[in-house]
Structure formats: C-alpha cells, structure tokens
C-alpha cells in the first residue's frame, strides 16, 4: 500500500536487538551463564588466579594420562551428549522456524 507508514528504529532498539534482549535481562543470563562455565572449569581443575598454570597442567595431565585419556574425555562426552543432544534436538523439533 502507498499510504502505509513504517516505523523507524530508534537506537534502543537498535541497542535491545545488539544485545538481544533488554540490557538487565541480558546482564542476569550472562551472570549465570558465567557461573555455569566457572563450575565446569573449577570441576576440571582451572583456577581463575593463574589460568595459564591452569591450562598447562590440564594438557600435562592428559599427556600423563595417555590412552586412558581418550576413555576420559569420552566419558565426558557422552556424558554431556546425554543432556545437549535432547534439547538441541527439542529446540530444533518444536522451535520456531527461522525466515529464509
């Protein structure tokens, strides 16, 4: 139609779709998500102080490992498809459908 008007984004807007949300909702989910990743990191043996001896000492210990380390990080996998692979698969069967 000739006579319809579209509404211009305004810059916050523009601010909520960068963010993807509004910025206090998007602060709390990154919060959690951060704790969530510093447990995970904690349970593998990463320190926050000294990230880089952190790191080192995971590959060390893997390399000590040897094979059995394959068997480890398996373990893990498997342990970690159990919960992903659903809920992906979920999200993907009852998302809404992205525009092409």
Not at 7 to 21: E, H, K, N, T, V
Not at 70 to 98: D, K, M
């Amino acid at each position: 139609m000739t006579n319809d008007v579209r509404d211009l984004p305004g810059s916050r807007d523009g601010l909520y779709r960068f963010l993807g949300g509004s910025p206090l909702s998007v602060a709390f989910r990154l919060i959690l998500l951060s704790i969530l990743v510093g447990v995970v990191l904690a349970a593998i043996g990463f320190d926050p102080w000294n990230i880089i001896h952190s790191i080192r000492l995971l590959f060390q210990r893997l390399w000590d490992l040897g094979f059995d380390a394959i068997n480890w990080l398996w373990r893990y996998f498997l342990l970690g498809a159990v919960i992903v692979v659903p809920i992906w698969f979920l999200s993907r069967l009852f998302g809404t459908p992205r525009g092409r």
